[in-house]
């Protein structure tokens, strides 16, 4: 059974750039697609972008965000990552990470972490 | 990008009763929705895809149906352990959008 677990700061100043890392386990990271998806009180739920790695990596990303956001993944390390650049008292969130359900191409997520707070502030 | 309405806010429903969950998108999503269930500190679970497929373990008390824009998540007799939070999600277009939420709560 394939688990998730997010890391990572869980404080940020504004301006600055929240990392995060999901590490995963029990199984490859090289399918699939692995996704970040963030929850706050303010906006809900809101997909952030995802990556798919088959050898070559391939992303997408929320137009809202996709100015200041980069995932990646180290395949070596069964680990992706987000970058959220700028970081702004808005994105002070719960952020999950998730692969997506077997054969759904990315459009819904079957297993996610338990998800980490990060918080936006001086 | 597209908007997901879900209604009510909060339903109050009794054990063993039925609970029904609408969910509006602001155009058609053909039948790409999905339901997933939340509940505190947990994340989402998925529980629908394709409007009315239930994913792998998901009980037969929980049944989804529409297309289009007007979709509902069925709870045929509510269990203690089906009192969360749940939200549909649209992945016609992208970016995939959520609605906001129905939380159903013990009447």
């Known amino acids: 059974q394939v688990q998730l677990r997010e890391s990572g700061p869980g404080l940020v100043e504004p301006s600055e750039t929240l990392s995060l890392t999901c590490t995963v386990s029990?199984?490859?990271?090289?399918?699939?697609?692995w996704s970040w998806i963030r929850q706050s009180p303010g906006k809900g739920l809101e997909w952030i972008g995802y990556?798919?790695?088959?050898?070559?990596?391939?992303?997408k990303y929320n137009p809202s965000l996709e100015s200041r956001v980069t995932i990646s993944v180290d395949a070596s390390k069964n680990q992706f990552y987000l970058k959220v650049r700028s970081v702004s008292a808005a994105d002070t969130a719960v952020y999950f990470c998730?692969?997506?359900?077997?054969?759904?191409?990315?459009?819904?997520?079957?297993?996610w972490g338990q998800g980490t707070l990060v918080s936006v502030s001086s | 990008e597209i908007v997901m309405t879900q209604s009510p806010a909060t339903l109050s429903v009794s054990p063993g009763e039925r609970g029904t969950l609408s969910c509006r998108a602001s155009?058609?999503?053909?039948?790409?929705l999905a339901w997933y269930q939340q509940k505190p500190g947990q994340p989402p679970r998925l529980l629908i895809f394709?409007?009315?497929n239930r994913a792998t373990g998901i009980p037969a008390r929980f049944s989804g149906s529409g297309s289009g824009t007007e979709f509902t998540l069925t709870i045929s007799s509510l269990q203690s352990e089906d009192f969360a939070v749940y939200f549909c999600?649209?992945?016609?277009?992208?970016?995939?959008?959520f609605g906001q939420g129905t939380r159903v709560e013990i009447k």
């Open positions: 394709g409007a009315s």
């Open positions: 998730g692969r997506d359900y077997p054969h759904s191409y990315g459009d819904y997520v079957g297993y």
């Open positions: 990556i798919y790695n088959n050898g070559r990596e391939n992303t």
């Open positions: 999600q649209q992945y016609n277009n992208w970016p995939q959008t």
């Open positions: 155009q058609s999503v053909r039948s790409n």
């Open positions: 029990g199984g490859s990271i090289s399918t699939y697609y």
